[in-house]
């Protein structure tokens, strides 16, 4: 196994998921639905985040997109995430008493937790290493990257100890 090439490809692979999460992005605050939905059939994540912390959710609050706000939830997106300022989708809506948001926003989160109750908050536990991972990161890549690979040595060397 080539690990050099498979070290390549990941940042290849992570420069191409920046690009797409960036498209992702910049598309919720211009309102294009169709873009956005096409970035994440390449590989856009649903839960990407700006230089600030801020998720497509976020913008399109900031934006007063309902339909945007609608097809993130249907899609997914995390409604508990927090910009850098500690501020979450909801927050924002609250703080600039935009009603209807408001209302839209809680009660998905009702709903959804609704559905947590009872479990043991994986997502929760793991919120860093999501979203290092939705991010993409490259310092949590590189990190998993040397892990991995370490482990790829590891197996290989087992493997050739085998075959002697």
């Known amino acids: 196994m080539n690990v050099g090439k498979v070290e390549w490809e990941v940042v290849e692979m992570s420069k191409k998921q920046e690009k797409l999460n960036k498209e992702f992005i910049r598309c919720a605050t211009l309102g294009y639905l169709g873009t956005m939905q096409n970035a994440l059939n390449a590989g856009a994540s649903i839960n990407a985040v700006d230089e600030d912390g801020w998720t497509a959710l976020m913008l399109a609050v900031n934006y007063t997109s309902e339909l945007i706000i609608e097809f993130l939830i249907k ?11 500690g501020y979450t989708a909801l927050d924002m809506a609250k703080e600039d008493g935009i009603e209807e948001i408001i209302k839209l926003l809680e ?31 490259v310092q949590a890549l590189d990190s998993a990257l040397t ?9 290989t060397k ?7």
């Not at 087992?158 to 002697?164: A, G, I, M, S």
């Open 75 to 85: 899609k997914g997106i995390d409604l508990t995430l927090k910009d850098d300022d």
């Open 107 to 137: 009660d998905k989160m009702s709903k959804e937790t609704k559905k947590e109750k009872g479990a043991d908050y994986f997502k929760k536990k793991c919120s860093k290493l999501a979203k290092a991972i939705s991010t993409c990161s």
């Open 147 to 155: 892990n991995v690979t370490g482990l790829v040595k590891d197996i």
């Open 158 to 164: 087992r493997l050739d100890e085998k075959k002697k």
